[in-house]
């Protein structure tokens, strides 16, 4: 949860595309040498988070299938390690706001309301431990968290830290409701020292950035690689697509700045998945999915996992589409082209050589035939075998073939790209031409390992 905040301005041009790879992979690796040593999410970490569905509801008399309660955390994790979720990698199921009593015990510490959590957060731990899930939780560095229970000030972080790690807890987010500026830039990296001398692997989210506008001078996302796990850099989501549509945009028109920040153990974050909810057409929801694998962000769904229809669970599940999202390599991808026919074409450097491409169609009135040829997009000479995500269709195309996809209104097409040849990363640039090929010729053209 977090403070609404008004979307960036309109910055749009065509990117550097495809060439950038080499460039992009050292910068990773120079980030990733600094990154927050605490062995966790070293892929973007999926699960489950409560916040965009079920909000605040602590009506647990009116209400009790649906309120804020230790059933309800209980039935996702049910729903995770019973349904195929927890195979696909989603393991965090994570509490956001409002779990907490009005008031910490007689010794300072936090504790969970008595009538919606019983067992206390610790018994909500072990019962997803014993399922092979993870338990995150929700704490505020001001006095009070956005929904008005008690905050973590500075004084109380290292109890709180604590106090998690007894619980038995595997993530916490940190919000940044009713605090400063000031009282941020010491809380922050405080609570990422508590966390770690607490002995618990706890993955931290920090919602910092984003209540500093989410780009420097003001955030310094070195210090976050070096503190966080994961970072909030933007406004909630909500269930609409005109959000998700700002979040795509402010993320992609401020992605050279962005995508140094991620890699491994690091990870920008665009808030919650919200397919299965009821704001998302399908086309949208995928084109959502779609993105957040090129962004390599955190995807942690939102919904109702007892209700979800068939039609979201199997864009949700798309086993393609999150070995995209979960690459090893961790390099967050790129815009490289927007249209004049309101279609914009994405980009990713994968693992293998390989890459994904997704063809993301802004119109809102009529499928869109999208004509160009792998060379027009950067793609070095030679034989490409592609994978289609979604309708998992295969073809071979070579560089200088033309060819059509029709990308319907607000949705994707989206291609796993694997390369002709090995990716030589000696190479780099003299005065702004790539120098020789960027690939050897002797390499095998594979998918990734889920489809062997």
């Known amino acids: 949860m977090l403070l609404h905040l008004p979307s960036a301005g309109q910055n749009r041009s065509l990117s550097l595309g495809m060439h ?3 460039l992009l992979f050292a910068s990773a690796l120079f980030v990733a040498t600094f990154a927050l040593d605490n062995g966790v999410m070293r892929t973007p970490p999926m699960g489950w988070l409560a916040w965009e569905r079920f909000r605040c509801d602590i009506d647990c008399e009116h209400d009790p299938k649906n309120c804020i309660s230790e059933n309800l955390f209980m039935d996702m994790a049910d729903r995770l390690s019973e349904d195929g979720w927890r195979e696909l990698g989603y393991v965090y199921v994570n509490i956001d706001d409002c779990w907490s009593s009005m008031k910490r015990d ?26 092979g899930l993870k338990l995150g939780i929700y704490g505020d560095m001001g006095t009070h ?65 984003a209540y500093q506008g989410g780009l420097p001078p003001k955030v310094n996302y070195t210090q976050l690689g070096e503190i966080c796990n ?45 397919a ?6 399908m086309e949208q929801s995928r084109a959502q999915m779609a993105l957040w694998a090129i962004m390599a962000a955190p995807l942690f769904m939102s919904n109702d996992l007892r209700t979800v229809s068939s039609g979201a669970r199997s864009i949700l599940q798309n086993k393609m589409a999150i070995s995209i999202n979960q690459d090893a390599m961790g390099i967050q991808g790129r815009r490289i082209l927007t249209e004049k026919s309101q279609i914009q074409v ?9 890459s994904a491409l997704v063809f993301f169609s802004r119109r809102t009135d009529m499928p869109y035939r999208y004509q160009t040829t792998l060379s027009k997009l950067n793609y070095t000479t030679g034989s490409y075998e592609i994978y289609d ?7 071979v195309l070579k560089d200088s073939t033309s060819f059509v996809v029709s990308v319907n209104p607000t949705g994707v097409v989206m291609w796993y790209v694997s390369a002709p040849g090995k990716l030589n990363r000696r190479l780099f640039y003299k005065g702004g031409r790539l120098q020789g090929s960027e690939y050897d010729d002797d390499d095998e053209n594979n998918f990734p390992r889920v489809f062997l």
């Open 20 to 22: 950038l790879a080499v």
């Open 106 to 131: 007689a010794k300072g510490r936090l504790q969970a309301d008595p009538k919606r959590f019983p067992g206390g957060i610790q018994k909500l731990a072990r019962y997803m431990h014993d399922r």
């Open 145 to 209: 968290t956005c929904g008005g229970y008690p905050g973590t000030t500075l004084d109380k972080i290292e109890i709180d830290a604590q106090t998690f790690a007894d619980w038995e807890v595997d993530m916490f987010k940190f919000d940044g409701c009713y605090s400063n500026a000031t009282e941020q830039e010491k809380g922050y990296p405080l609570m990422s020292k508590a966390l770690n001398a607490t002995g618990r692997p706890i993955g931290y989210s920090c919602s910092w950035p």
């Open 230 to 274: 994961l970072w909030r850099n933007y406004g909630d989501i909500q269930d609409s697509w005109d959000s998700v549509l700002n979040i795509i945009d402010w993320f992609f028109e401020n992605q050279d700045v962005l995508i140094p920040a991620a890699g491994p153990g690091q990870w920008n974050d665009p808030d919650m998945l919200i």
């Open 276 to 281: 299965g909810d009821f704001g998302l057409s």
């Open 346 to 354: 994405f980009w990713r450097p994968l693992s293998k050589n390989a």
């Open 389 to 395: 995500v979604f309708t998992e269709k295969t073809m």
